[in-house]
C-alpha cells in the first residue's frame, strides 16, 4: 500500500499529463498569455524608464564617473530578475484564478468519467471572476497574520533556530491550500470546511503541498507547473472523496 505522503507526487505528475490534453490545454494557454504580456510589458517599461533616467543622469556626471553606466545596467538587470521571481508565482495566481477555477471544473468532468463538458464560454469565465478573486483574497487573509507571526519568530534570538524549518512547512501547507481551493469552492464546500478536510488528509495534504512547492521554485518550469497544480489538486480532491464532504457541508460560507 503506498504511503499517504506520497501520494502527492503522483497527483501532481498524472496533474500535468492532464493539461496537455486537446480539451484543457485552453486553459492553461489563457492565463500563461496574459502572465507573459503582462510581464513583458512591465519589463519593457521599466527597461525604458531605466535608460531614460541613465541617460538623463550621465550628462551629469564627472567623466571619471563615467564607468558607472556599466555597472548600473548589470545591477537593474539583476533587480529585475530577482523582482520577477519573487512576484511571478504571486501575480499569475492572482490574474489566473478564474481560469483556475474553470481548469478544476473541467479536470473534474474528465476525470469522473465524462469527457463532454461544453466549449469555452467567456460568459461563464467572467461570471467566476469575483468569487475566484474573492476566494484569493481570503487565502492572502489566512497567509499574512500566520506569515508576519513568523517573521517576528525568525528575529527573535535562539528561539529563531526554529523559524526556519517553520517557514518550510507553512509555505508546503500553503501551496495544498492554494490549489486544493479550487475544486473545494467549485464544490460549495467553505473555506473552513476546506481546512479541517485538509486536516484529516495532513499527510497526503504535505505531500501534495510539498512536491508543488518543490517544482514552482524552478523559474521557467513553474509556469507549466501552475495548472499542472490545479489538476493535480483536483485528482487529490476526486479520489480522496472530497466531494462527499462537501456533499454534507450545510451551507457554502466563504
Known amino acids: 500500500m503506498q504511503a499517504p505522503v506520497l501520494s ?30 503582462l510581464f513583458g510589458g512591465l519589463i519593457y517599461f521599466a527597461g525604458h524608464q531605466f535608460s531614460q533616467w541613465l541617460d538623463a543622469l550621465v550628462p551629469t556626471l564627472p567623466s571619471w564617473l563615467s564607468f558607472l553606466t ?26 489566473a484564478a478564474p481560469f483556475n477555477g474553470f481548469l478544476a ?38 497567509f499574512l497574520p500566520r506569515a508576519t507571526g513568523l517573521f517576528i519568530l525568525s528575529l527573535i534570538p535562539v528561539v529563531n533556530v526554529v523559524a526556519a524549518p517553520l517557514w518550510l512547512i507553512f509555505g508546503v501547507w500553503m ?39 518543490l517544482a514552482l521554485l524552478i523559474p521557467g518550469v513553474n ?11 483536483t485528482l487529490f480532491w476526486v479520489r480522496e472523496n472530497g466531494n462527499a464532504r462537501a456533499v454534507n457541508t450545510p451551507a457554502h460560507r466563504a
Open 8 to 37: 502527492g507526487p503522483q497527483y501532481l505528475r498524472e496533474g500535468l499529463k492532464l493539461i496537455l490534453s486537446p480539451g484543457l490545454r485552453l486553459f492553461v494557454l489563457l492565463p500563461l498569455t496574459i502572465n507573459l504580456l
Open 70 to 95: 556599466y555597472i548600473l545596467w548589470p545591477l537593474f538587470v539583476v533587480l529585475l530578475v530577482l523582482m520577477v521571481f519573487f512576484t511571478f508565482t504571486l501575480v499569475a495566481n492572482i490574474i
Open 105 to 142: 471544473e473541467k479536470v473534474e468532468v474528465v476525470v469522473r468519467g465524462d469527457d463532454h463538458f461544453p466549449a469555452f464560454s467567456w460568459a461563464e469565465l467572467l461570471a467566476m471572476i469575483p468569487r475566484t478573486l474573492g476566494r484569493e483574497m481570503r487565502k492572502l487573509g489566512y
Open 175 to 213: 501551496m495544498a491550500i492554494q490549489y486544493i481551493d479550487y475544486p473545494a469552492d467549485n464544490n460549495k464546500m467553505s473555506w473552513q470546511d476546506m481546512l479541517a478536510w485538509l486536516r484529516e488528509k495532513r499527510w497526503q495534504s504535505l505531500g501534495f503541498g510539498g512536491v508543488t512547492y
Open 223 to 233: 509556469v507549466v507547473m501552475m495548472p499542472a497544480a490545479v489538476a493535480g489538486a
